[in-house]
């Protein structure tokens, strides 16, 4: 699966962001103990880790969209550059090659749509070769057309080597995003995960004392459900996206 859920992101990132800021406060291990402090700290780091690789994961899925739109309206140009060739065809051998040039430029369109979903190597391929060959047989086509045809066709290759630059600056930025999820999110969840839910016990374990404490502020009580809370919440998170990914 490529991308990642938008809604998911802004949610967990939130909640992670709490839980870095908040949970150091909390004096949630015996200060004395050093291999006690030490794992701690460690487990803090793999969670502040996992934000930051869903922070850069965010911000690659913000480039996407933008592209796919200038993608969308280069096809759109082509298709109708294509359209308006049709007409000035003069023999039913040039309007069959024509037609022949638009049924190959518009079958890998498909595989295009597939690709920027599902990110498969198959559907790549499809759509880089349907662009190239889309170029050279137009170019074949217009070497023997009447020069205003010929035109119209160079127009086209035009266009197509304009849509082939936005193909491969999206593609770049699904490989981008795919490598941060392949070598961040999806690697780093699992442990997270279970960093968490280490982190949670501790703080209910914390929460327990203070509550039973006369000493106990509202402030930090209020501090330690926030922190329990965004624990329960973000250990959830994660466990949907892990399974999503998967599926």
């Not at 309206?73 to 065809?89: A, K």
């Amino acid at each position: 699966r490529q991308g990642i859920d938008q809604r998911y992101a802004e949610e967990a990132n939130g909640h992670l962001s709490l839980v870095v800021e908040t949970v150091p406060n909390l004096d949630v291990v015996d200060q004395s103990d050093e291999k006690a402090v030490k794992k701690f700290k460690k487990t803090l780091f793999r969670i502040n880790t996992y934000r930051t690789a869903l922070s850069n994961a965010v911000e690659e899925q913000k480039k996407f969209e933008p592209a796919a739109q200038i993608l969308r309206e280069r096809r759109s140009e082509i298709e109708n550059s294509l359209s308006t060739v049709g007409p000035q065809v003069a023999s039913t051998e040039q309007a069959n090659q024509i037609s022949a040039i638009s049924a190959a430029y518009f079958q890998p369109m498909g595989a295009l749509d597939r690709y920027t979903v599902t990110g498969d190597d198959q559907s790549n391929i499809a759509v880089s070769n349907g662009i190239t060959n889309a170029e050279l047989d137009l170019e074949k086509f217009a070497q023997s057309a009447e020069a205003g045809l010929a035109d119209a066709a160079r127009n086209v290759i035009a266009e197509l080597q304009n849509l082939g630059e936005g193909y491969r600056a999206l593609n770049k930025i699904m490989i981008d995003r795919g490598s941060l999820l392949t070598n961040g999110l999806d690697r780093l969840g699992p442990a997270a995960q279970k960093d968490m839910q280490a982190l949670l016990q501790g703080v209910l374990e914390r929460q327990g004392q203070f509550t039973t404490s006369a000493q106990a502020t509202a402030e930090r009580i209020d501090m330690i459900t926030l922190a329990v809370a965004a624990l329960c919440i973000i250990i959830g998170l994660i466990a949907a996206f892990i399974l999503s990914r998967q599926i």
